[in-house]
């Protein structure tokens, strides 16, 4: 089964801060991973998939970049909006399944 | 616009069962692929179970095989997760989640608000 490990645990960074979260693969998935942030109460909210590509309304400063075992998403100038859980996801298992991370706590400072 | 509707959540006994639905709106069931995920208070997210667009194939993760089941009805455009033998390590918020493709499970562009599932005696 594919581990994925988030790092670090908890970030807290002033507005206007790069941010770089990191997710690492037990093993190769190409570029199958897709990042969600959760905000307390809601339902987790879909940023990037394939890596790279930004998902439908994500704002420009967020951005993907990663292939194999290392991920990373990038926040280019933070955003008070942006505290919240940030959670990595694999896919294109086989089995079929899909497997998070444990997730990384952004807070804003 | 893309809307999901949990329900069913509540408080039940260990080896008691439960059936969640997931109304869909914006969009036809069969024409995406269909997870139910869920998320320990505090906790992280794990994938419970999916089911294809298409053809309706079904994937559980291992550690409901056997006890859930997912189904749907498209006349209804409605998601089904039937829970049976439960256990206290099954309490979760679980969420219905929309994948961005027909295949399953991939990832997921569209989640309801959850629903909440208790197991205890």
């Known amino acids: 089964d594919t581990v994925m490990t988030q790092s670090p645990a908890t970030l807290s960074v002033s507005p206007g801060e790069r941010v770089t979260l990191s997710c690492r693969a037990s093993?190769?998935?190409?570029?199958?991973v897709a990042w969600y942030q959760q905000k307390p109460g809601q339902a987790p909210r879909l940023l990037i998939y394939?890596?790279?590509t930004r998902a439908t309304g994500i704002p420009a400063r967020f951005s993907g970049s990663g292939s194999g075992t290392e991920f990373t998403l990038t926040i280019s100038s933070l955003q008070s909006e942006d505290f919240g859980v940030y959670y990595c996801?694999?896919?294109?298992?086989?089995?079929?399944?899909?497997?998070f991370g444990q997730g990384t706590r952004l807070d804003i400072k | 616009e893309v809307q999901l509707l949990e329900s069913g959540g509540g408080m039940v006994q260990p080896g008691g069962s439960l059936r969640l639905s997931c109304a869909a709106s914006?969009?036809?069931?069969?024409?995406?692929?269909m997870s139910w995920v869920r998320q320990t208070p505090g906790k992280g997210l794990e994938w419970v179970s999916a089911?294809?667009?298409?053809?309706?194939?079904?994937y559980y993760a291992d550690s409901v095989k056997g006890r859930f089941t997912i189904s749907r009805d498209e006349s209804k455009n409605t998601l089904f997760l039937q829970m049976d033998s439960l256990r206290a390590e099954d309490t979760a918020v679980y969420f219905c989640?929309?994948?961005?493709?027909?295949?399953?499970?991939?990832?997921?562009?569209?989640w309801g608000q959850g629903t909440l599932v208790t197991v205890s005696s």
């Open positions: 989640a929309k994948d961005g493709v027909v295949a399953a499970p991939q990832y997921f562009d569209s």
């Open positions: 914006g969009f036809a069931l069969n024409n995406y692929a």
């Open positions: 089911i294809s667009g298409g053809g309706g194939s079904t």
């Open positions: 093993q190769s998935v190409s570029e199958f």
């Open positions: 394939g890596a790279s």
């Open positions: 996801q694999r896919y294109n298992d086989w089995p079929p399944r899909v497997t």
